[in-house]
C-alpha cells in the first residue's frame, strides 16, 4: 500500500512537471526497487512480459538493448535454459497518463506483478495541455530481475522519457532509458532520480 502510494505520487509529480518542462529539460526519470542484498552478475536471459511477444522485431531489438546494458555490469546472455536470472522487460510509448495506466508492472519488492498485456506496447499520442504544440511522446522501459528456479524477483526498476514527437527513433530513446536504468546498479531502492 505505501509503495502503491509512493509510485502514484511520482507519477503525480512528473505529470506536474512535464506540464510546466520542455521534453529537453526533463532528462530520464528513472526509480528502482531492491531487497539491500548483493545481485552478483550471472548468466541472464531477457524475456518480455507478455510472452507472446517473444517473436517479434522489435522485442528482439529493444531485448538486444537491454541485454547490452547488462553486459556493461557484468551480465552474460544466455539461453533460457542455462540463466538462472530471468530479465523480464517491458516497454511502453505514448503520453504519460496512457504509459502509467497500460503498464504491466506494480513497481515495488513485493507487489511486483507481471500482467498478459503487452511486451513491447506502442500507443496513440495526443496534445498534452490542449493545442498541438504541448504534444509530448513519453517512452517508459520497465525490467524485472527474478531468479528462473523460485521466481522471485530481487530487483525492478521504471525509466520514463519524454521527448518532442519524431524527435528520436524509439530504438534510441529505448538505447537512452537502458543506460540511465542501469547506470550505477543496483542503484538507491525506492528512490526517483532524474539522469541527464
Known sequence: MKKSFARTAALAALALVAACAT???????????????AIPAQAINVEPADPERADSLEFRQYAAIVAQQLATIGFTETSLEEAEMIAVMNVERGTRAEVAR?????????GGSFGRRT??????SFGVGGSRGGEVDV??????LKRR????????GTATRATEPGAESPATIVEMLAAALFQGFPGESGRTITVE
Open 23 to 37: 521534453p529537453s529539460q526533463r532528462g530520464t526519470e528513472v526509480t528502482r526497487f531492491h531487497l539491500g542484498q
Open 102 to 110: 497500460r503498464s504491466p508492472f506494480t513497481i515495488g519488492i513485493g
Open 119 to 124: 511486451g513491447v506496447g506502442v500507443g496513440t
Open 139 to 144: 517512452t517508459e522501459l520497465s525490467v524485472a
Open 149 to 156: 528456479s523460485e521466481g522471485t524477483i530481487v530487483w525492478e
